[in-house]
T-cell receptor, first 120, second 114 residues
Framework: AQTVTQSQPEMSVQEAETVTLSCTYD???????LFWYKQPPSRQMILVIR??????QNATENRFSVNFQKAAKSFSLKISDSQLGDAAMYFC?????????????????FGQGTILTVHP | KAGVTQTPRYLIKTRGQQVTLSCSPI?????VSWYQQTPGQGLQFLFE???????NKGNFPGRFSGRQFSNSRSEMNVSTLELGDSALYLC?????????????FGPGTRLLVL
């Protein structure tokens, strides 16, 4: 079974500064997808960024970028130029790319989350 | 395009009762997944439906069940409620449920069991 670990329960950052959220995962699979989701106080889960394991290039989405280290099974999220609206709970998630036995259908495996506070 | 909608948004039930939660996916999406979110256990996968068929199921007791209708709307049911069932229940939809697809989440239904 796959597991996802976020070792930072809480992080804080000053507005306009950069912050990095950590995520490690454990899997025996070679093909998978990794995601960062954001859950603001309104509770609506929003996709921030995704990474395909077969791609060596790190994904970027505007101010958000990842550092994907496949061998180390590490997937960190960097938020540049932090804004007050970035304050939320951030979840790292794993999705198997295999169809064997249907065990990959729909199933995202989440970490415990990191609460990010942004100070003005 | 309208997002994923869930009804009701809040529910209060007592132990032993049963509850039904509803999820309407994004138009055109045929895969619906359900998750339970609690402070202690975090986000856990309940099940996934596609074309009215359950294709995948998480490690939850049989009291948790679901179904999907021909219009892709999905319901989940929890029978004989326990205090530990208090949680935020999230549903997510995607086009076909394939691994490379992004799942889009609804706002959730907050269930409180007294």
């Amino acid at each position: 079974a796959q597991t996802v670990t976020q070792s930072q329960p809480e992080m804080s950052v000053q507005e306009a500064e950069t912050v990095t959220l950590s995520c490690t995962y454990d899997t025996s699979e070679s093909d998978y997808y990794l995601f960062w989701y954001k859950q603001p106080p309104s509770r609506q889960m929003i996709l921030v960024i995704r990474q395909e394991a077969y791609k060596q290039q790190n994904a970027t989405e505007n101010r958000f970028s990842v550092n994907f280290q496949k061998a180390a099974k590490s997937f960190s999220l960097k938020i540049s130029d932090s804004q007050l609206g970035d304050a939320a709970m951030y979840f790292c998630a794993y999705r198997s790319a295999l169809y064997a036995g249907g065990t990959s259908y729909g199933k995202l495996t989440f970490g415990q989350g990191t609460i990010l506070t942004v100070h003005p | 395009k309208a997002g994923v909608t869930q009804t009701p948004r809040y529910l209060i039930k007592t132990r032993g009762q049963q509850v039904t939660l509803s999820c309407s996916p994004i138009s055109g999406h045929r895969s619906v997944s359900w998750y339970q979110q609690t402070p202690g256990q975090g986000l856990q996968f309940l099940f996934e439906y596609f074309s009215e068929t359950q294709r995948n199921k998480g490690n939850f007791p049989g009291r948790f069940s679901g179904r999907q209708f021909s219009n892709s709307r999905s319901e989940m049911n929890v029978s004989t409620l326990e205090l530990g069932d208090s949680a935020l229940y999230l549903c997510a939809s995607s086009l076909l449920g394939d691994p490379q697809e992004t799942q889009y989440f609804g706002p959730g239904t907050r269930l409180l069991v007294l």
